[in-house]
């Protein structure tokens, strides 16, 4: 049975945060990314079986390698979840600034 994992559960690690951008780039083998750490490679090895199983990390086999990339679409999910609350904050602070500018205005 496959654990459905969830997508900002697996980003909210900032391991995985730095191993999608590093594969952001372009595709690496799992000893590539582990060499951009500190932790053994089973423990990076999980992070990216996290990714994956949240789709936001695909697999390319290339012979007897098997390369990891980022997967934009995925990202896109996330993006599109978050502006909805970026637009929300933006429409308050335009109007708390036109709050503050209005009582700037009267002070003077």
């Given at each position: 049975m496959?654990?459905?994992?969830?997508?900002?559960?697996?980003?909210?690690?900032?391991?995985?945060?730095?191993?999608?951008?590093?594969?952001?780039?372009?595709?690496?083998?799992?000893?590539?990314?582990?060499?951009?750490?500190?932790?053994?490679?089973?423990?990076?090895s999980?992070?990216?079986?996290?990714?994956?199983?949240?789709?936001?990390?695909?697999?390319?086999?290339k012979?007897?390698?098997?390369?990891?990339?980022?997967?934009?679409?995925?990202?896109?999910?996330?993006?599109?979840?978050?502006?909805?609350?970026?637009?929300?904050?933006?429409?308050?602070?335009?109007?708390?600034?036109?709050?503050?500018?209005?009582?700037?205005?009267?002070?003077?």
């Amino acid at each position: 049975m496959e654990t459905r994992r969830d997508i900002f559960q697996a980003i909210a690690d900032p391991t995985r945060r730095a191993i999608l951008s590093l594969i952001a780039f372009q595709a690496m083998t799992p000893g590539a990314i582990a060499e951009n750490f500190n932790s053994s490679r089973q423990t990076i090895s999980k992070h990216i079986q996290i990714l994956t199983e949240c789709q936001l990390v695909k697999q390319d086999h290339k012979g007897r390698e098997i390369y990891y990339h980022f997967n934009p679409e995925k990202m896109k999910e996330v993006s599109d979840w978050v502006s909805q609350y970026q637009k929300f904050w933006d429409a308050k602070f335009d109007s708390l600034e036109s709050y503050l500018a209005k009582i700037q205005k009267e002070n003077k």
